[in-house]
């Protein structure tokens, strides 16, 4: 961090923005004030991030515009009241769970809180689910540094885990005759990165390998090691193996204020009770600044980037692409402040097309728009033109927790003694989950200074119920014939048994919402979107859990059945 640099970003700063006062704390850039745009507070942000400080404290407020509350449970009560703990996560997305399960290894007395009903609710399901490579990180990043860890980790934690990995690769398509001259020194470069088998594709190897992208593609480069998961069914395997591993989860749990004396967290306040852990894990994602500032310990900021994807039925597979794909020509389609994003295979067969990328001031909101779904559309159409409308079965939103550096926060607490944030995660947060587990582990370390104590119990490996697509003939039939239920099925359009369905209510993570069923066993995940299955489901769980079916909800705020009556559906 350079004197000179603090001073000229400050200066830099206050001539663009006057009323915005600009002043530093501690080596970090704290601006305050008012702006009438998000885009110009967001922009100042950037413009302190070029300090190379040790952090962006950005507290301008938009003018006229009332944040809306972080949503949280109705639920109030003591039941978790001076509950004590060694470890105390905060956030089940993907780096909260994959926390969790690396302290399980070792005797350590480990919980996870997370606000919702279930984990994964946020980034962590709303993203394309794209192990990436690296090629677009700086060596510099620690961005780059985790994930490339994480790459030779993801395949055995996914086989250990039961997690579908398919290894479909990345493929980039070029149309410029410029480009191709450079192409033995992108080769070296993707090499220096790293990255393993990187190779070049003459138009005939590109059309080979992708027969229906845009003829104009001259030439492509192949990343072998692209890979596809599903992002929920990760975190959820991650969190199950943890509590078959001894670890806690409790859910509809917010952390709402801290209690924090000479530099130490004594007491974290939820609406169930205060617990008292030894050390804190800031894994809240884009809340990660909110609970920082809690612990007295806030030197970044959260500015959140929203981004819309798009999934397309099955059939939809014949006339797209079989890696995950981005294509450049030589007019370019990509703007300024946008996520190029691409189109590729999810690991259940289906297209994903996206994301985009706004910045915005709402931390939560997941509205989409006819608007952002024709500028996809229209965007990657140039890419693969089969892309059709009419194969468009659903399509979602997602906020990724950037900071104003643009990379990940993985370290202890600046001014607060016993918080580790794993903060500022976003793309490739999914990827770069194993690594930033297993550092965040030896930070714990440290600050307790003592050698952690292996859990000679651990046992890597989840237990799964029978899933019928990974069966053979003969393998369903025994089943079936050794428990009717897995010959029913329920959802006709991913040919999901009841069997299944009654399985993934007795997993080791509670599911108590229709939407969880739909994210453990793909029910209602087909074309049809649940049109069908949708109240057998209902029906499922109210007779496993002796409730009404009036008692049964979809995402956890509200009962899908309205109506006094005590009996269900018969």
């Known amino acids: 961090m350079s004197l000179h640099n603090l001073k000229r970003a400050i200066m830099q700063i206050t001539r663009a923005y006057p009323s915005i006062e600009a002043t530093t704390k501690d080596g970090c850039l704290l601006l305050r004030g008012e702006l009438d745009s998000w885009d110009d507070i967001v922009r100042a942000g950037y413009m302190a991030a070029e300090a190379k400080s040790e952090g962006v404290i950005n507290e301008i407020r938009l003018k006229g515009y009332r944040e809306m509350p972080m949503r949280i449970s109705p639920i109030s009560d003591k039941a978790y009241d001076e509950l004590k703990c060694d470890v105390l996560i905060i956030g089940g997305g993907v780096i909260g769970s994959a926390i969790l399960r690396e302290f399980c290894k070792y005797e350590i007395d480990a919980v996870l809180i997370e606000k919702e009903n279930d984990v994964a609710l946020h980034a962590s399901s709303r993203n394309d689910g794209c192990i990436h490579v690296g090629i677009d990180l700086s060596n510099k990043s620690m961005k780059h540094r985790y994930l490339r860890r994480a790459v030779g980790i993801y395949e055995s934690l996914a086989r250990d885990l039961g997690v579908d990995y398919?290894?479909?690769?990345?493929?980039?398509?070029?149309?410029?005759?410029?480009?191709?001259?450079?192409?033995?020194?992108?080769?070296?470069?993707?090499?220096?990165?790293?990255?393993?088998?990187?190779?070049?594709?003459?138009?005939?190897?590109?059309?080979?390998?992708?027969?229906?992208?845009?003829?104009?593609?001259r030439y492509g480069v192949f990343f072998p090691e692209g890979a596809v998961i599903s992002p929920y069914n990760m975190v959820i395997a991650l969190a199950e193996n943890a509590l078959e591993n001894g670890g806690r989860i409790l859910l509809e749990t917010a952390?709402?204020?801290?209690?924090?004396?000479?530099?130490?967290?004594?007491?974290?306040?939820?609406?169930?009770?205060?617990?008292?852990?030894?050390?804190?894990?800031?894994?809240?994602?884009?809340?990660?600044?909110?609970?920082?500032?809690?612990?007295?310990?806030?030197?970044?900021?959260?500015?959140?980037?929203?981004?819309?994807?798009?999934?397309?039925?099955?059939?939809?597979?014949?006339?797209?692409?079989?890696?995950?794909?981005?294509?450049?020509?030589?007019?370019?389609?990509?703007?300024?402040?946008?996520?190029?994003?691409?189109?590729?295979?999810?690991?259940?067969?289906?297209?994903?097309?996206?994301?985009?990328?706004?910045?915005?001031?709402?931390?939560?909101?997941?509205?989409?728009?006819?608007?952002?779904?024709?500028?996809?559309?229209?965007?990657?159409?140039?890419?693969?033109?089969?892309?059709?409308?009419?194969?468009?079965?659903?399509?979602?939103?997602?906020?990724?927790?950037?900071?104003?550096?643009?990379?990940?926060?993985?370290?202890?607490?600046?001014?607060?003694?016993?918080?580790?944030?794993?903060?500022?995660?976003?793309?490739?947060?999914?990827?770069?989950?194993?690594?930033?587990?297993?550092?965040?582990?030896?930070?714990?370390?440290?600050?307790?200074?003592?050698?952690?104590?292996p859990n000679p119990s651990f046992n890597p490996r989840r237990k799964l119920p029978p899933t019928m697509k990974h069966l053979d003939d003969k393998a369903r039939d025994d089943l079936i014939k050794a428990n009717p239920d897995y010959g029913q099925i329920v959802c006709r359009c991913e040919e999901i048994s009841k069997g299944e369905i009654i399985a993934a209510l007795h997993r080791p993570l509670a599911v108590n919402t229709v939407d969880g069923i739909k994210r453990r066993v793909r029910a209602g995940m087909g074309r049809c979107q649940g049109g069908f299955c949708q109240q057998l489901i209902v029906q499922i769980m109210a007779s496993e859990r002796h409730v009404p079916s009036t008692e049964i909800s979809k995402k956890g705020n509200g009962h899908i059945l309205l109506g006094d009556s005590k009996e269900g559906i018969r």
């Open 166 to 217: 398919h290894k479909v690769g990345q493929t980039l398509a070029f149309t410029s005759k410029k480009m191709r001259l450079i192409m033995p020194l992108f080769i070296a470069y993707a090499k220096g990165k790293g990255i393993v088998g990187t190779r070049f594709l003459s138009r005939k190897e590109l059309f080979e390998r992708e027969p229906n992208i845009n003829p104009e593609a």
């Open 255 to 453: 952390a709402l204020s801290m209690e924090v004396k000479d530099g130490i967290i004594a007491g974290i306040e939820t609406n169930r009770g205060t617990i008292r852990p030894r050390v804190v894990i800031n894994a809240a994602g884009v809340f990660s600044d909110v609970v920082a500032k809690m612990a007295g310990d806030q030197f970044f900021t959260i500015h959140p980037r929203r981004g819309v994807e798009i999934i397309l039925d099955k059939k939809a597979k014949k006339s797209s692409v079989n890696s995950f794909f981005s294509f450049f020509h030589s007019g370019g389609y990509q703007k300024a402040h946008t996520k190029g994003g691409g189109v590729g295979p999810t690991v259940d067969g289906n297209i994903l097309i996206g994301p985009t990328a706004a910045e915005s001031p709402a931390r939560e909101d997941y509205q989409t728009t006819l608007a952002e779904i024709d500028t996809l559309i229209d965007k990657h159409r140039y890419a693969t033109p089969k892309l059709n409308r009419g194969d468009i079965i659903t399509y979602f939103a997602g906020i990724r927790a950037a900071t104003y550096e643009e990379d990940f926060i993985i370290r202890q607490g600046k001014w607060t003694k016993n918080i580790i944030h794993a903060a500022g995660i976003q793309s490739p947060g999914l990827t770069a989950a194993p690594a930033i587990a297993e550092d965040i582990v030896k930070i714990y370390q440290r600050i307790m200074g003592a050698s952690l104590v």
